[in-house]
């Protein structure tokens, strides 16, 4: 079983660590292994990952401002699950959802970076792709695209999951 086999190498890595700073390292395995045996909400990130892969190489118009938060907004509502009330504001989705560590992202989540100095204003939004790609609307008469994430990977405010 998955959760037997993670508690398994987390002791084992434990053990390997034992002359470290165990506490913090205890912390980040207990992190890891919660992280791992919570399920998915397979359903609803197929549902958003499916939605937004058919409107890559298409014009996604609706809003003049956060186009980004918009075009997550709208593909979260086709897959039928709710979104914010507030879905053009780029905090609005750090409240939605479940959090999800970078490490564990799977296609359909959302990804919520920062621009500029990490208390600036909230930057982009993207769906997770998979293969460390992403899905997301830039500015108006732009195509919807897919994207790296490796260039947003040092500014990620959060990762969410269909709850």
Known sequence: NKKTTLIVIAAL???????????????????????????????????????AKKQVGTYYRP???????????HVVSKAGIEKPASASMARSWLRW???VSWSNKKPGDIIITWRGSR????GHIL?????????HRSTSGKLVSYVDTDRY??????????D
């Not at 809003?63 to 907004?73: D, E, H, L």
């Not at 769906?127 to 899905?135: F, H, P, S």
């Not at 990977?153 to 269909?162: D, E, I, N, P």
């Open 13 to 51: 890595l434990f053990v390997q660590n034992s002359h470290a700073d165990n506490s913090n390292f205890l912390t980040r395995i207990v992190k890891k292994i919660t992280e791992a045996s919570r399920p998915a909400n397979i359903n609803g990130n197929l549902k958003i990952y499916t939605v």
């Open 127 to 135: 769906i997770y792709a998979g293969d460390e790609k992403a899905i």
């Open 119 to 122: 208390g600036g204003s909230y």
């Open 97 to 99: 959802g479940e959090p």
């Open 63 to 73: 809003g003049v401002k956060a186009q980004c938060a918009n075009f997550v907004g």
């Open 153 to 162: 990977q040092s500014k990620v405010l959060g990762v969410r999951r269909a």
